[in-house]
């Protein structure tokens, strides 16, 4: 993919508002800035025919994917249920979790869910409106780590890997073993799942997986040497949109590579990925907490006060950790006709330490994202397409 996109455009639109970009264009390396902008244009049958742009696009240099890996899990774990092909088993079914290895937890309920039961489909829900870390676990857990890993292989994600949960410190053995579950309908078990151990292990080629100049450890003691990040989930830029655009438009690639999803499963995805918190009733946020573009960072740069354009909906899933802020976005406006794919990484950790929460969000990250959104945005109202594109399967009800 990298070998066939268009390198100077995005550089172009960048210079040509030095206000905006100058401060991490004068060092894209130590921002660690990768973008992919796709065009979609229309034939004469409104098929989608994509081209794509990049700036500093390398699929081994690596970053820290963080919480982007979790639209994987979303995907994978509706196959497992088309996949399983059980009578009564769906994603709705009530998921019971139980333990079986040291480090290990339980989930019997869930106050967030309006039955008080947790579920598939709820966890995907809190996973795309608020990128909820313990539901993306519950997930992993489910679909099993080499389960999941395999199936990234068979989509032809080659420079991506998922190793472990999620901010509970998974590592090593630990993250071999997966939990026990079973799923109800009522009082009625459909489906037990035995705990599942995985001894492989994902090697990648990749580079610049030392960073920094020391971070804290565990007990908060400093380290004076980089940090160390090889042995972690690696998800690049490049699968990132691929995975989104074999989503969005399942239409554009041949049968055998498409999603094993249904029509339902799609709606669920198209739907939570582009809700805002506010407009979510279960489960339900508190606006001070999770704001309307809290999970918003290209475009709006996750601006509390930013005003929401009606016209506009970003269907996206956003990570941010060790300092970096990556978004993976499909942009609709229905007002205006206009959809493009956006997919960015940036970093800003001006001290090199890493793990002390001292990172440069607020100054250069969202700043960035919001800008790079807007700009593209820009761009695209004043390309002229031969074909309206037809947009109707993407206004989703909200209510």
Excluded at 104 to 128: C, F, G, M
Excluded at 320 to 344: C, P, Q, R
Aim: net charge positive; hydrophobic share 35%; aromatic share 14%.
């Amino acid at each position: 993919m990298a070998q066939k996109t268009d390198t100077m455009l995005l550089a172009q639109l960048m210079h040509k508002n030095p206000e905006l970009f100058t401060g991490v264009l004068n060092h894209p390396q130590k921002n660690q800035i990768q973008i992919l902008y796709t065009q979609i244009n229309r034939n004469t049958k409104n098929k989608p025919i994509f081209k794509t742009y990049s700036y500093n696009l390398d699929d081994h240099r690596y970053f820290y994917p963080a919480s982007t890996v979790k639209l994987a899990a979303v995907i994978f774990a509706l196959e497992k249920i088309n996949e399983l092909k059980i009578t009564g088993l769906t994603a709705k079914s009530a998921m019971i979790t139980d333990s079986s290895y040291v480090k290990q937890t339980k989930v019997l309920t869930d106050s967030t869910a309006k039955n008080r039961l947790p579920s598939i489909e709820h966890y995907i829900k809190k996973i795309l409106l608020t990128s909820d870390n313990d539901a993306f676990n519950r997930l992993f857990e489910f679909i099993g780590r080499a389960e999941i890993n395999s199936k990234l292989k068979k989509y032809g994600f080659f420079n991506s890997r998922i190793l472990n949960r999620l901010a509970i410190g998974d590592a090593g053995e630990t993250a071999k073993h997966t939990n026990p579950i079973k799923f109800y309908n009522q009082d009625k078990l459909i489906y037990s799942q035995t705990e599942q151990y995985d001894p492989k292990e994902y090697p990648l080629s990749l580079t610049n997986t030392l960073m920094g100049v020391g971070y804290l450890d565990s007990t908060d003691k400093l380290v004076n040497k980089p940090f160390n990040l090889e042995n972690k989930n690696a998800f690049s830029i490049s699968d990132q949109q691929a995975m989104m655009r074999k989503l969005i438009y399942p239409e554009a690639f041949p049968a055998k590579e498409r999603f094993n999803l249904t029509a339902d499963n799609y709606k669920l995805i198209y739907t939570y990925m582009s809700k805002l918190p506010t407009e979510s009733d279960y489960p339900a946020y508190k606006a001070n907490e999770f704001w309307p573009t809290y999970s918003k960072m290209l475009y709006y740069g996750r601006d509390k006060n930013a005003q929401i354009d009606p016209n506009i909906r970003i269907f996206n899933k956003y990570g941010d950790s060790y300092g970096f802020i990556i978004d993976n976005s499909y942009f609709v406006d229905f007002k205006n006709n206009i959809e493009f794919f956006l997919t960015a990484v940036v970093q800003s950790n001006d001290d090199g330490i890493f793990n002390d929460n001292n990172y440069e969000y607020d100054s250069v990250c969202y700043p960035f994202m919001k800008n790079l959104g807007q700009t593209i945005y820009k761009y695209e109202l004043e390309q002229k397409h031969k074909t309206p594109p037809d947009l109707k399967k993407f206004r989703m009800k909200y209510n």
